[in-house]
C-alpha cells in the first residue's frame, strides 16, 4: 500500500463487474478526484462512453485467465469536465488467494504525451504534403541508391511513381560530363570537410533525354543511418533563356560595333566604286588598266558585302519589308540558281498551290535562301539534290514556344535540304556565331549563316537547323503570316521620265573625299551643284533655295534629316536625298518630310543620279 500510494501513477483494485473498491491518492493529481469520491462506484462511470465496453471486455478475458495482462488505453473524466488520457494495464491480483473476482489496475496519464505525437504527426502530414507536392525534386541517397524521392523528382528522371521499389542506382541518371563534379563533391563530403554543397549537373531521364539540373545536396541521418539529402531544380529552360540572353547580348555588341564600322566604311567604298567607275570611262575597255579598275570593283563591292552581312548579323540593315510570296521567290530563285548550281547539283522546288503573304524584304529573303542553297552545295561536294520547300504551317502553342519568340498561329515555312556531310552537336551550336565557319582558310568570312539568321529574326521569325554527321542538314525557316496582304506601295513611280533636267543640288557632307567625289558626280550627270562640308555652311549655302539637298544623315554636331527638316521649313529646298553608310531609320526619313528618299552607301554613280530623278518625280508641280 505504501508503495501505490506514493506512486505517481493511478493505482486501483477492481472487482470484475468494474467496482473500484480501492484507489491510491495519486488518483487526485490526475483526475482531481478523492479516492473516496470513486470507491464502491463503476469505473465506467469516470470514462468516455466508447471505452466503457473495452474495459469491460478486457475484465471478462481476465475472468477467463487471471494471470494474463492486458492494455488499453482510454479516456477518464476530469472533475473539473475536462478529459485525460489514460495508459493502463489491467491483470489479476493475487488469483491463487483471490481467483478471478479481484483486479489490479495501473494507469498512467499520457495527456501530454499524446498532445505531443498528435502535433508530431500533424507536422509530419503537412511536411510530407509540402514535400510530395513540390516543384522541386527531392531525393535521399543511401550507398549511391535512391531509398526515398518525390514524385517531382520521378517526374524530372523520367521514372514511374513505383519506380522506387527497384531501388535505381544514382548514376544511371547522370550524364558522362556530370561525373567530375559528382566525384568531387562525394570526396569532400566524405572527409567532412562540406556538410552541404552545390553542383550543376547533366542529368539523363529514363528514356536517354538529357536535362541540366542545380542539385543542393546535405547530410542527414535517414532511418537511423546516414544520407544524402537531394533537392533538384530543373535548370534546363532557365540554361536555354539564358544562352538566348547571352547571344541576344552578343548580337547587340557586334551590332554596334557593325553600325559605328559601317558609316566611315562605306564612305570609302562609296568614294573607291564612284572613282573605278569614273576611270573606267576613261581608259581602253579592253587594257590592262581596264582590266586592274575591274579587280578593283569586285573587291570593293565584296567589302560592301561583307559589311552588310555585319548588319544583317546585327539586325541593324536596312530592310524594305512589302507583302510577298514566298512560294513565287522560291520559283524565281530556282530559275537562275540552276545556272549557278552547275551539272552536279540540282534545286528541286515544291510549292503549295496558294502560298500565304507573308511581310518581308524581298532582296534579304532571298540572300538567305540564296546562302543556304550554296551552303548545301558545298555540303554536298560530289553532288546531288537539295531540296527547298515552301510549306503553309499552323503552330500550336508548343511548336511555338520551341522555336524561341513565336507566337501560336498560321507561319509560311521554307525548308532547305541536303544530304551532305552533316553536322555533329558541336559545330551546329556554332554554325550562327559571326566568323565561324568550317569551310578552309580564305573560302568563307564566316558571316554567311549568322546574317541569314539575322535577317530572319529581324523579320519576326525564327531559323531551326536539324542535323547529324552524314545524314545531311535540314534549315527551317519559319515567317509569320500577313493577315492583310492588301498594302498600298510606297515611293517613287518608275515611270520613264523623257528627259534628264537639270537640277540646283546642294551636298551636305563632312567627309572632304567622299564630298569630292559626290560633286563630280552629280556635275558630270548635268546638275549646279553646292557643298557644304558642316550644317552651319549648308544653312548658309541654302539662303538662296535649291531643288534638291543630298545629305548624310551622321553630320557633326546634328542628324542629316534634321538639317534637312530645318531647311524646307524655311522653304530653302523641295526635296532630299540622305546618305549615310549605316541602316536609315522611318523615324530619320519622317523628319526629313516629304519627297525624301534614302541611299544606303556604298553606291556607284548611276544609283545617285537615277535617286535624284527619282525623288524630283515625288515634288508636286515639278
Not at 519568340?405 to 544530304?419: A, F, I, K, N
Not at 568563307?444 to 529574326?457: N, W
Request: aromatic fraction near 4%.
Amino acid at each position: 500500500k505504501a508503495l501505490t500510494q506514493h506512486s505517481l501513477d493511478i493505482w486501483a483494485l477492481v472487482g470484475a463487474q468494474g467496482i473500484v473498491r480501492s484507489m491510491s491518492d495519486s488518483v487526485a493529481v490526475h483526475l482531481g478526484w478523492l479516492p473516496g469520491e470513486m470507491e464502491g462506484r463503476p469505473l465506467g462511470e469516470f470514462l468516455a462512453p466508447e471505452d466503457v465496453d473495452r474495459l469491460q471486455e478486457l475484465l471478462d478475458e481476465l475472468a477467463v485467465d487471471p494471470a494474463e495482462v492486458r492494455s488499453f488505453l482510454a479516456r477518464a473524466r476530469h472533475r473539473s469536465g475536462g478529459w485525460r488520457t489514460l495508459e493502463a494495464t489491467v491483470s489479476g491480483l493475487m488469483p491463487a488467494l483471490l481467483g478471478n473476482e479481484v483486479f489490479v489496475l495501473n494507469a498512467r496519464d499520457v495527456t501530454a504525451r499524446e498532445r505531443t505525437e498528435a502535433a508530431l504527426r500533424e507536422v509530419e502530414y503537412r511536411f510530407s504534403r509540402l514535400v510530395e507536392q513540390a516543384l522541386t525534386g527531392i531525393a535521399v541517397l543511401q550507398n549511391g541508391r535512391i531509398v526515398y524521392a518525390n514524385p517531382r523528382f520521378l517526374e524530372l528522371a523520367g521514372y514511374p511513381p513505383g519506380a522506387l521499389t527497384e531501388r535505381p542506382r544514382v548514376l544511371a541518371m547522370l550524364d558522362r560530363s556530370a561525373l567530375p563534379a559528382l566525384r568531387d563533391l562525394r570526396t569532400e563530403l566524405a572527409t567532412g570537410s562540406r556538410q552541404a554543397g552545390r553542383v550543376q549537373l547533366m542529368g539523363r531521364r529514363r528514356d536517354g533525354s538529357r536535362v541540366e539540373v542545380d542539385v543542393a545536396t546535405s547530410v542527414v541521418d535517414f532511418e537511423g543511418r546516414p544520407a544524402l539529402l537531394c533537392t533538384v531544380t530543373d535548370m534546363t529552360e532557365t540554361r536555354a533563356l539564358q544562352r538566348r540572353m547571352t547571344e541576344a547580348e552578343k548580337v547587340e555588341a557586334v551590332g554596334l560595333l557593325a553600325g559605328g564600322v559601317a558609316h566611315d566604311f562605306n564612305n570609302l567604298l562609296t568614294g573607291i566604286l564612284a572613282w573605278v567607275d569614273i576611270a573606267s570611262d576613261d581608259v581602253d575597255p579592253l587594257g590592262p588598266v581596264a582590266n586592274a579598275l575591274f579587280e578593283i570593283r569586285v573587291s570593293a563591292e565584296r567589302a560592301a558585302e561583307l559589311t552588310r552581312q555585319l548588319l544583317a548579323f546585327g539586325r541593324r540593315q536596312l530592310l524594305d519589308p512589302r507583302p510577298l510570296d514566298l512560294g513565287e521567290a522560291a520559283v524565281r530563285l530556282k530559275r537562275w540558281m540552276d545556272r549557278a548550281l552547275g551539272a552536279n547539283h540540282r534545286l528541286l522546288v515544291t510549292v503549295p498551290e496558294v502560298t500565304w503573304p507573308i511581310r518581308a524584304d524581298r532582296t534579304e529573303v532571298e540572300r538567305a535562301l540564296t546562302a543556304l542553297v550554296m551552303n548545301a552545295q558545298d555540303a554536298m561536294p560530289a553532288g546531288g539534290d537539295i531540296a527547298l520547300t515552301v510549306d503553309n504551317v499552323t503552330l500550336t502553342a508548343d511548336r511555338a514556344a520551341s522555336l524561341g519568340s513565336l507566337r501560336q498561329g498560321d507561319h509560311v515555312v521554307v525548308t532547305v535540304r541536303d544530304s551532305g556531310v552533316g553536322m555533329d552537336d558541336a559545330t551546329r551550336r556554332r554554325i550562327f556565331d559571326p566568323f565561324f565557319t568550317t569551310k578552309p582558310q580564305g573560302a568563307g568570312t564566316g558571316l554567311g549563316l549568322a546574317a541569314v539568321q539575322g535577317t530572319v529574326l529581324q523579320l519576326g521569325g525564327a531559323i531551326e537547323v536539324i542535323t547529324s554527321p552524314g545524314a545531311g542538314a535540314t534549315f527551317r525557316l519559319h515567317f509569320p503570316r500577313l493577315a492583310d496582304p492588301a498594302e498600298p506601295s510606297t515611293g517613287p513611280s518608275r515611270e520613264p521620265m523623257p528627259q534628264r533636267v537639270p537640277r540646283t543640288v546642294l551636298v551636305v557632307e563632312d567627309d572632304p573625299q567622299l564630298g569630292r567625289i559626290l560633286r563630280r558626280i552629280l556635275v558630270d550627270g548635268g546638275h549646279m551643284v553646292r557643298l557644304a562640308a558642316s550644317p552651319a555652311e549648308a544653312e548658309t549655302l541654302a539662303a538662296d533655295p535649291v531643288d534638291l539637298v543630298v545629305c548624310d544623315v551622321e553630320l557633326p554636331g546634328r542628324n542629316g534629316a534634321d538639317l534637312v527638316g530645318a531647311l524646307r521649313a524655311r522653304q530653302a529646298c523641295r526635296a532630299a536625298i540622305l546618305i549615310s553608310g549605316r541602316p536609315i531609320t522611318d523615324d530619320e526619313l519622317i523628319r526629313a518630310g516629304r519627297a525624301t528618299v534614302r541611299l544606303q552607301k556604298p553606291f556607284r554613280p548611276q544609283p545617285l543620279l537615277q535617286a535624284v530623278e527619282d525623288v524630283m518625280r515625288m515634288v508636286p508641280g515639278r
